[in-house]
Antibody
């Protein structure tokens, strides 16, 4: 059973860069069916997709964050990472890494986040 | 981006009763819609993908329907462990977007 674990600082100063890493265990990050994704959820609010990366390194970023987001993958360590620059208080949230399966079965497109990390709270404050 | 709107925001239901949750997309997403359940302090859990296919291990009391812009999640007989927040999410267009959630609470 694949498991994900986020790691990184819980406190980041305004204007600095938030950096998180997600470690994948129990399976390979090279699984071609999966995107490896980052999402976030401010306290008491809904979910926002930040972006996703394939093991090949190809990425999709949310246009609302694209200018500040960089994702990378390290297949040798079975990890993927998020960097979000120029953070403000609006970036305070629980950050989740997740595995998103995505495939076409000949009739339908099937997609969903079926593997989740436990989430890590990141606060932006001086 | 596609805006997902869920209703109602809160649904009060007695255990054993049926719950019907709605999700509307600002433009057609075909059948490319998921439903998630989230409990306090936990990550979301995938319930339904492709609008109507239950994810692995999801009980049969959860069912999804709809296509285009209108979708429904039905919980046929609410159990105590079903009281939670439910989110819909479209994957037809990037960026993936979520609805604001429906909180199912005990009546």
């Amino acid at each position: 059973q694949v498991q994900l674990q986020e790691s990184g600082p819980g406190l980041v100063k305004p204007s600095q860069t938030l950096s998180l890493t997600c470690s994948v265990s129990g399976g390979s990050i090279r699984n071609g069916t999966y995107y490896w994704s980052w999402l976030r959820q401010p306290a008491g609010k809904g979910l926002e997709s930040i972006g996703r990366i394939r093991s090949s390194g190809s990425t999709n970023y949310n246009p609302s964050l694209k200018s500040r987001v960089t994702m990378s993958v390290d297949t040798s360590k079975n990890q993927f990472s998020l960097r979000l620059s120029s953070v403000t208080a609006a970036d305070t949230a629980v950050y989740y890494c997740a595995g998103e399966f995505s495939y076409y079965d000949g009739t339908n497109y099937n997609d969903g986040f079926d593997i989740w990390g436990q989430g890590t709270m990141v606060t932006v404050s001086s | 981006e596609i805006v997902m709107t869920q209703s109602p925001a809160t649904l009060s239901v007695s255990p054993g009763e049926r719950a019907t949750l709605s999700c509307r997309a600002s433009q057609s997403v075909s059948g490319n819609l998921d439903w998630y359940q989230q409990k306090p302090g936990q990550a979301p859990r995938l319930l339904i993908y492709g609008a109507s296919t239950r994810a692995t291990g999801i009980p049969a009391r959860f069912s999804g329907s709809g296509s285009g812009t209108e979708f429904t999640l039905t919980i046929s007989s609410l159990q105590s462990e079903d009281f939670a927040i439910y989110y819909c999410q479209q994957y037809n267009n990037w960026p993936l977007t979520f609805g604001g959630g429906t909180k199912v609470e005990i009546k």
